[in-house]
């Protein structure tokens, strides 16, 4: 989607978007015409929004946030791995020409990858990204109850799925360490 005020470029998973226009509008609408001289903006989740996941998430989204934060030289805690950004054509040109150095490439390489192929990047927080999963599932959390629905996402397989990605994120940050260390970037 783009913004109304630039050609710039606004991604957000469909899902996320859909919980965003519904739970924060006004938020939302003002992302479009703020942070209009970046050509990167980066859209982290504010802590309340964050936990608002289940632990399966939160925790193995966490790690990789910290090392996110380590490699760009960030030294407060954000929310990297959002997945949400506002980038100009410029950007996604270049990010889209280098091949993804991992399977879940929006989690970890691809934001750091804006970022520091940005000229003026920026990190914003909002509430509106909050965990969007519990919309389609309203007939089941009124039977089962929030927060019983919300524990059948600490499983085994949930458990597992979420650290296969951890690893793979790991994998590419490290990539980009071992880049960096030897002036590759």
Not at 30 to 39: G, I, P, R, S
Request: charged share 25%.
């Amino acid at each position: 989607m783009l913004t109304p005020k630039t050609d710039s470029l606004f991604y957000c998973d469909f899902d996320r978007a859909l919980h965003w226009i519904k739970s924060h509008p006004q938020e939302l609408e003002a992302l479009a015409t703020t942070n209009q001289e970046n050509d990167f903006v980066l859209i982290g989740r504010t802590r309340r929004a964050f936990e608002t996941h289940p632990e399966t998430q939160t925790i193995t989204e966490g790690i990789g946030n910290t090392l996110a934060l380590k490699i760009l030289g960030f030294h407060e805690t954000r929310d990297v791995l959002g997945t949400t950004w506002i980038l100009t054509p410029a950007l996604v040109k270049k990010v889209t020409k280098r091949k993804s150095m991992n399977q879940y490439g929006f989690y970890a390489d691809w934001p750091i990858q804006l970022w520091r192929n940005s000229t003026n990047p920026t990190y914003i927080e909002v509430e509106g990204l909050e965990w969007e999963t519990p919309d389609r599932y309203q007939q089941e959390i009124a039977q089962a109850g929030y927060v019983s629905w919300k524990e059948s996402y600490q499983n085994v397989r949930e458990w597992r799925k979420r650290n296969l990605i951890l690893r793979d994120m790991t994998e590419a940050i490290e990539i980009h360490i071992q880049l960096k260390k030897f002036n590759l970037i």
